[in-house]
């Protein structure tokens, strides 16, 4: 991984999570908010980025973040379905 800093912040008005390798944009989570839920339905790592461990970073600030606004999450994403099954500790967020 790049000793670059990696920052993710959330992007309220499109509804995802963005994550930045320095001061470039290289992948987001996305979700749609249904109530007191999350769907957390699109994950995207720019092909540059690929193959350096970014989504673990993203979806893990992603789900902090929900968890601490006080939301459910729906991982209809693989890779946040993946990330959740590998990490139990975010399956009581699972609505």
Known sequence: MSTESISVTHDVDASRY???????????????????????????????FRGRGLSSPLISAALDATRAEGFGVLPSCSAVEGFIAKNPEYADLVR
């Open 18 to 48: 963005v994550l930045q390798l320095g001061d470039v944009v290289a992948g987001y989570a996305a979700y749609v908010q249904l109530g007191q839920v999350r769907d957390f339905n699109h994950t995207v790592i720019d092909p540059a």
